[in-house]
């Protein structure tokens, strides 16, 4: 594919210019960024509505408006960010100063998922682009609109040689990753995200990897079962659970099993109407083969609510499960309105289990006992999560958003975007008016003593 290693010649030409170096070039192409996607938020809505059946209300919320909050983050601090960070500098290095500077790594890969293609193709982008470098961006070829979409904008907005597009399926990311980036970011699959890891190896290019795994929502008896049902209905009915931070099964207390499933009865109703496959508000499987793959999860499960599927729509009502830990719902992240319910009677269970399995991206505590607050999140292994809420904790900028193990490594989102695309070039200035020999060779006693006494 000429066309691909043509393109990223052109872009690393770009970057050696250092044209990206500069900082208002930076802040104007931001806001040139964030000026497009406000008068093209129609085309964005329409886009989402079309792959995955969002609501304009849904769309903005969780991925046109916390894209625009990330633009706004960039250009207000990128001239911070990019000062000279001054450190202590240690006696034994006496007339220097030390600092260290936040430099573009150069050369981006950024291969983004379906599921929310635009927030998580675009906010990795404006991290790499505030940070300096210059990027080549792979759409989901699944969320066929919505890439279509951001090709529009980002060759409307950008440069090639800063930031290119490149559309295509798994022959494109293939031969993406045999050029020699100098970062690669993806988002996906622990399956293919292994196989980025090992491209990358290749080259020794350092990577982020935002993956998934099964996020746990455990239900104390120390909570009101009705605001728990319904913040995790709220976090499983979003896109359709298709969310990588989706609560993917609950561990209620056997206690309040009852009481907690008649109030998600209740919210399936608010939320979705008594017919939830005629609802607006519930989004679609992405495609059939994940609809099939779904489909093929509920056969000969013992459903609590909910079960109804269409084929046609390629919807699927939200669904819980009455399952034991060998249900087949247990063996791999459902990515879908499908949640599995099972029962525990202490929260050493809870910790036992969780910490059994692969570490999750995310972990959902709801609980009003602070003994059980810190025991939880002190010993259970997760990327990140909350306590009596569920996936908000991503909308938070100072907070920074990744996985642990099976579930990814690094992080990003607001300073953590920028610090993720920049490398920390370390620094010590030393004053020329004093020299100390104790430093120097020949050593003796003398010299040592010196040493000692300084260096602790």
Same mark, same amino acid.
């Given at each position: 594919m000429s066309e691909i290693n043509d393109l990223f010649a052109n872009q690393v030409s770009y970057h050696c210019t250092h044209i990206t170096n500069d900082i208002e070039l930076r802040i104007s192409t931001l806001n040139n960024l964030k000026i497009w996607i406000k008068d093209h938020d129609d085309l964005i809505t329409n886009a989402l509505k079309t792959d995955l059946g969002k609501t304009p209300t849904e769309s903005y919320m969780t991925e046109i408006g916390l894209v625009l909050d990330a633009i706004e983050y960039a250009k207000k601090n990128i001239k911070k960010f990019t000062k000279k960070q001054r450190v202590h500098t240690p006696l034994h290095e006496f007339f220097s100063r030390s600092y260290y500077i936040n430099e573009a790594y150069g050369n981006v890969l950024i291969m983004a998922p379906w599921n929310y293609p635009f927030l998580l193709s675009i906010e990795p982008l404006v991290g790499a682009v505030a940070a300096g470098n210059c990027v080549i961006l792979k759409p989901s070829e699944f969320?066929?609109?919505?890439?279509?979409?951001?090709?529009?904008?980002?060759?409307?907005?950008?440069?090639a040689g800063h930031v290119a597009v490149v559309e295509g399926g798994s022959d494109v990311a293939d031969e993406l990753l045999k050029l020699n980036f100098d970062y690669i970011f993806f988002t996906g699959s622990e399956a293919v995200g292994k196989k980025v890891y090992e491209a990358a190896a290749k080259n020794l290019t350092p990577v982020t990897l935002e993956l998934g795994g099964k996020s746990p929502a455990i239900v104390t008896?120390?909570?009101?079962?009705?605001?728990?049902?319904?913040?995790?209905?709220?976090? =499983?009915?979003? !896109?359709? @659970?298709?969310?990588?931070?989706?609560?993917? &099964?609950?561990?209620?207390?056997?206690?309040? %099993?009852?009481?907690?499933?008649?109030?998600?009865?209740?919210?399936?109703?608010?939320?979705?109407?008594?017919?939830?496959? =005629?609802?607006? !508000?519930? @989004?679609?499987?992405?495609?059939?083969?994940? &609809?099939?793959?779904?489909?093929?999860?509920? %056969?000969?499960?013992?459903?609590?609510?909910?079960?109804?599927?269409?084929?046609?729509?390629?919807?699927?009502?939200?669904?819980?499960?009455?399952?034991?830990?060998?249900?087949?719902?247990?063996?791999?992240?459902?990515?879908?309105?499908?949640?599995?319910v099972i029962t525990y009677s202490t929260i050493d269970e809870v910790i036992k289990y969780v910490n059994s399995k692969p570490k999750p991206l995310a972990l959902y505590l709801f609980s009003n006992m602070k003994e059980e607050q810190e025991r939880v999140t002190r010993e259970c292994h997760f990327g990140g999560g909350c306590i009596n809420d569920t996936v908000n904790h991503l909308s938070n900028h100072d907070l920074p958003f990744g996985g642990v193990g099976a579930s990814g490594m690094g992080a990003y989102h607001g300073k953590y975007s920028l610090e993720t695309f920049s490398h920390k070039k370390a620094i010590m200035h030393k004053g020329t008016r004093i020299d100390t020999p104790y430093r120097y060779y020949p050593f003796n006693e003398k010299k040592a003593k010196m040493i000692k006494r300084s260096v602790k």
């Open positions: 969320a066929f609109e919505t890439s279509a979409v951001i090709k529009q904008m980002v060759d409307t907005v950008f440069d008896e120390s909570i009101p079962t009705d605001i728990a049902a319904k913040r995790i209905l709220y976090g =499983k009915g979003l !896109n359709a @659970g298709q969310t990588c931070v989706a609560p993917d &099964y609950i561990l209620v207390q056997e206690s309040v %099993k009852d009481a907690f499933m008649e109030s998600i009865k209740k919210y399936i109703t608010e939320f979705y109407g008594n017919k939830p496959l =005629k609802s607006v !508000n519930l @989004g679609k499987i992405i495609n059939k083969k994940h &609809y099939e793959r779904l489909k093929s999860l509920l %056969k000969n499960q013992k459903v609590l609510v909910g079960g109804g599927i269409d084929e046609r729509s390629l919807k699927i009502e939200p669904t819980f499960v009455d399952a034991n830990f060998d249900n087949v719902l247990m063996k791999e992240e459902i990515f879908g309105p499908i949640m599995p």
